[in-house]
């Protein structure tokens, strides 16, 4: 059975005319219900799946997390572990936006357009660099940052720039096509007059597009390095150093309140990167889609010192991490990576194609798109309540509501995995469950923002005339939100069948576990043969997503707009605020 | 006569704008009333103050026999459900079907799980479908709103209130966006299906507008009452209301 429906089968055509009664969309609900169906029937639903014996362990974890380890001594190593992977995700970043900007280049389809005579072979040749440009982008985006680490520590050892790498190759693939997708987006207007004008392409970017796009840029970069810090954190399990190094190693040793000082610690530093990037893309999001006030923001943009100052920082992170990691570009061409590099290379080639593998692959792809479901199932009902309660619930509700889905963000999928082992017995549930959890967390807090940034005057309307509280938000701002929220859940599902490498590699099942088998084995060749089979389900996946989504944006004319929420949705500013001191009498 | 609105020296206030001053403004039941007057003179204000939106800083409002100043929320819950507002900005959900926007007028009588059924399964169809044949628009009863033109989306929005059935009918600009044919058209079904021996009280800009289809003219310049005098007075005089906005 196959998780993966062709993208031809999904039913998402325009309504009937306006004049019958619809008939109810059920293929695509039926599908997936089906297929959710089938994939609890794969993790198994019998009594086999609860285990007993590692209760206690499980309650001693949590009862752990009131008396953190608070030794002097730990606390230092934590200390220096944070800074290991504050400069790891830094250094990531920074090399994730260097091929960004430089795939974005070759990516774009809008910067090499024709707009001048030129021969037909140099069209040509434009035409199939940008096809292969996007097509060199498909395999680094494909596979996770684990896989990137556990590829690059076989030759360059166990050494900082491995994160650094595993960071900055999988984000950069992803940069280049956002910021490609950003130039394309773009107003070609002020471009075209200064080609027209006789200005080369680089100067016609340079003077035309780049102050366009330089404010999305810059906030994506921001946005990227709020996800690298996770990342940091996942790699140092594989061995990369830093938090995650930290708690694999207080995890073997079962020390609980070690590991929830150290969980502590990623929280804080989660906290502090999502508070960064918030505050910068808060900034230069301000008015930017609210015509009114455009320019006023645009003139501030160049003079505001929260976002110049921001930069300033960054630049000058980027100077302290390489000192502190004592990370170098000369261990890339070291005699050992120049040995085992090629050496890994032959080793790969061919990837091992045989019946036995082909089926441990076919059953291995089936249970990582069976976790990956059953995980956004379990997470996107909760994660949909929990967005409503975080953007529109009073006070002190929110800050609980804000501090879970926090916590739940901010512990790795691999410890939440760990966790569920403890309960569950391997296999595909504890992964699922674990890929929940994580991703309760972070389409909790994307869904806040769509809700917070939702048009209030339906619901204020319908509160006017006597709906309450819970009516109104059923009969407004769900329908407002459900197409942009579903379409997170598409996205993010996408995110989680890569995702489930992660917790593959400490137990789960799916085609991370069949890979640390593999290389544990050093069995090179069925190694090739796993990556072939990551990448291509990927690719497969990414594509029935972006189907999903083109049809949610046919069906939905808010989301042409406002975006689809697979960019980071930006928080942005109310079309319209009433007058702040409009008091509005209680209503229940 | 019964007073549907009593409002006696009323004034509000934005920080240390007074929105509205020394307000009197009596509306008996079954009373057409139009508010003139330029942007900013307190006429939205007015309006929210009726339904509960706008507490008033001084004086007193009397709807529907409660003054609001008591209110607990349940009640003023209660005493919404009876009065229909159609919003400047109209105030629809988009991704909603018609069906379903027009059924919302409901929502102050129904409980929650209804509320919620009737999304898989519409109630009251037959209602929904009347109420947008008189509107003019029944063939959309089924079409997503954010579809329709701006005209449909004004009588869907008439329809909301028409299904609610309300004692008081408020509208705040309701034609601004329209050409005036339309525009005349729109603000016709208004007084004469939706409010249809209802009280009304709608703002407008298009003087003309308000002369021919209301009983009375009230006046707001910079928060006070500058006039009000019944239509028909003012109805055979071109540029009367003009010239008494302007002293």
């Known amino acids: 059975m196959s998780l993966a429906p062709s993208p031809l089968r999904l039913d998402l055509r325009d309504p009937p005319t306006d004049h019958e009664r619809p008939r109810r969309r059920w293929r695509v609900p039926a599908f997936v219900g089906l297929a959710l169906a089938g994939a609890a ?56 936006v260097a091929i960004g900007v430089a795939g974005a280049a070759f990516v774009s389809s809008a910067l090499w357009e024709d707009d001048g005579p030129g021969a037909t072979p140099v069209r040509l040749a434009r035409r199939a660099a940008g096809v292969s440009a996007r097509a060199a982008l498909v395999v680094p985006r494909a596979l996770h940052e684990v896989v990137w680490g556990l590829l690059a520590v076989q030759v360059l050892g166990f050494d900082p720039l491995v994160a650094v790498v595993a960071i900055g190759v999988p984000f950069g693939a992803i940069t280049a096509r956002v910021y490609g997708d950003i130039l394309d987006d773009a107003d070609p207007g002020p471009r075209r007059a200064l080609r027209a004008a006789g200005a080369s392409r680089a100067a016609a ?21 709020e996800c690298a810090v996770r990342s940091a954190a996942v790699l140092g399990i594989i061995g990369a150093g830093g938090l995650g190094f930290q708690l694999a190693l207080s995890f073997q040793s079962l020390a609980y309140r ?77 005699r050992r990576a120049r040995t085992l590099g090629p050496e890994l290379l032959a080793d790969l080639w061919p990837p091992r194609l045989d ?137 993010r599902w996408e995110v989680a069948v890569r995702d489930t490498v992660m917790v593959g590699v400490v137990g789960a099942a799916g085609l991370g576990r069949l890979l640390s088998e593999q290389l544990a084995g050093r069995d090179y060749q069925g190694i090739a043969a796993t990556l072939a089979a990551l990448t291509v389900l990927s690719a497969l996946v990414e594509a029935v997503g972006a189907a999903l989504r083109r049809g949610l944006r046919r069906r939905s004319p808010e989301l042409r707009r406002a975006g689809d929420g697979t960019a980071p949705p930006a928080p942005r500013r109310q079309p319209y605020t009433p007058p702040s001191t409009m008091k509005p009498w209680p209503v229940q | ?199 009304l009280v709608v703002s407008l800009h298009d003087h003309e507008l308000a002369l021919r289809h209301c009983d009375r003219v009230v006046g707001l310049v910079e928060g006070r009452v500058a006039f009000d005098r019944p239509a028909a007075e003012l109805r055979d005089r071109p540029g009367s209301l003009r010239a008494l906005l302007a002293t």
């Open chain 1, 355 to 491: 019946g036995t593998t082909l089926d441990a692959l076919w059953s291995a792809s089936i249970d990582t798109l069976a976790m990956s479901g059953l995980a956004m199932a379990l997470a996107a009902g909760p994660a949909l309540g929990a967005a409503f309660l975080a953007a529109r619930s009073p006070g002190p509700l929110r800050l609980v509501v804000k501090g879970a889905l926090l916590l739940t963000r901010a512990v790795p999928p691999p410890v939440w995995a760990f966790l569920a082992v403890l309960v569950l017995f391997p296999g595909i549930w504890p992964g699922a469950l674990a890929l929940a959890l994580y991703n309760l967390g972070v389409l909790g807090r994307l869904g806040a923002e769509v809700v917070e940034n939702l048009d209030d005057r339906p619901g204020r309307a319908l509160r006017a005339q006597g709906a309450g509280a819970l009516q109104s938000a059923l009969y407004s701002t769900l329908p407002l939100a459900a197409a942009r929220f579903t379409g997170l859940v598409a996205y």
């Open chain 1, 41 to 96: 029937v794969r993790a198994g639903l019998n009594g086999r799946v609860v285990n007993g014996g590692g209760w206690a362990g499980f309650v001693e974890f949590w009862t752990a997390a009131a008396r953190p380890e608070l030794s002097a001594a730990f606390l230092r190593i934590t200390w220096e572990a944070t800074l290991d992977t504050i400069g790891f995700a830094v250094l990531g970043t920074a090399l994730s």
């Open chain 2, 1 to 199: 006569m019964a007073v549907a609105i009593e409002l006696a020296g009323v004034g509000v206030r934005y920080g240390r704008q007074w929105a509205l001053q020394g307000v009197d403004l009596r509306v008996e039941a079954g009373e057409r009333v139009a508010l003139v007057g330029p942007s900013g003179a307190g006429k939205s204000t007015l309006l929210g103050l009726v339904n509960g939106l706008v507490r008033a800083e001084t004086g007193s409002v009397v709807v529907l026999g409660r003054a609001l100043g008591s209110t607990t929320g349940a009640e003023l819950r209660r005493l919404r459900t009876r009065i229909g507002t159609v919003h400047q900005h109209l105030d629809l959900v988009g991704p909603l079907r018609v069906v379903h926007n027009v059924n919302a007028g409901r929502l102050g009588r129904w409980s929650l799980a209804g509320a919620a059924a009737s999304l898989v399964r519409p109630a009251g169809v037959d209602e929904v479908r009347g109420a947008l044949d008189r509107l003019g628009v029944a063939d959309k009863l089924w079409a997503r709103t954010d579809r329709l033109s701006g005209g449909e989306r004004q009588r869907v929005a008439l329809a909301r209130v028409l299904v609610q059935g309300p004692d008081i009918v408020l509208a705040d600009e309701p034609v601004a966006s329209l050409d005036p044919p339309r525009a005349d058209a729109v603000v016709g079904l208004l007084t004469a299906e939706v409010a249809g021996g209802r009280t």
């Open chain 1, 205 to 225: 970017l340079l003077y035309g597009t780049v102050p366009l796009v330089r404010g999305d840029v810059t906030s994506y970069a921001f946005y990227r390095l």
């Open chain 1, 258 to 334: 070690e590991i929830w000082t150290l969980l502590y610690a990623l929280a804080a530093l989660s906290t502090l990167a999502d508070g960064w990037s918030g505050i910068v893309r808060r900034r230069q999001q301000s008015g930017h889609h609210d015509g009114a006030d455009r320019d006023a923001a645009v003139r501030r943009r160049g003079h505001d010192p929260v976002l110049v100052g921001s930069i300033v920082a960054a630049v000058v992170l980027i100077g302290l991490s390489v000192r502190w990691t004592g990370v170098s570009p000369s261990t890339l061409v070291s």
